[in-house]
């Protein structure tokens, strides 16, 4: 049985950081594509990075290019995210996603196509 972990979320002021973790169980995950969603309700759940399998790739949504960065340790079949001069804005549940297929660039953008963990609220205040 697949389990995504993610911890790490919190309380911070405008201007901090946070790093976002997310352990994987059940199986390897080390040939999948690993990335970070956000959902701030109502709003729909949206992409904010990627990381392929071999780490060699990763890619950013706009909104937090230069400020987030993504990475991957395969050896603890581990995920992370370090979110720097957080805003308000990224005030949301952060959920980690990793990819159903085999050796791909990155996740998709899609819900069924990702297994996906629980989610970790992080909060921004301003």
């Known amino acids: 049985q697949v389990q995504l972990v993610e911890s790490g979320g919190g309380l911070v002021q405008a201007g901090g950081s946070l790093r976002l973790s997310c352990a994987a169980a059940?199986?390897?995950?080390?040939?999948?594509?690993m990335g970070w969603f956000r959902q701030a309700l109502p709003k729909e759940r949206e992409f904010v990075a990627s990381i392929s399998w071999s780490g060699s790739r990763t890619d950013y949504a706009d909104s937090v290019k230069g400020r987030f960065t993504i990475s991957r340790d395969n050896a603890k079949n581990t995920v992370y995210l370090q979110m720097n001069s957080l805003k308000p804005e990224d005030t949301a549940v952060y959920y980690c996603?990793?990819?159903?297929?085999?050796?791909?660039?990155?996740?998709?953008?899609?819900?069924?196509?990702?297994?996906w963990g629980q989610g970790t609220q992080v909060t921004v205040s301003s």
């Open positions: 059940g199986r390897t995950f080390s040939n999948c594509a």
């Open positions: 996603a990793v990819d159903r297929r085999l050796w791909s660039a990155g996740v998709p953008r899609t819900l069924v196509d990702n297994y």
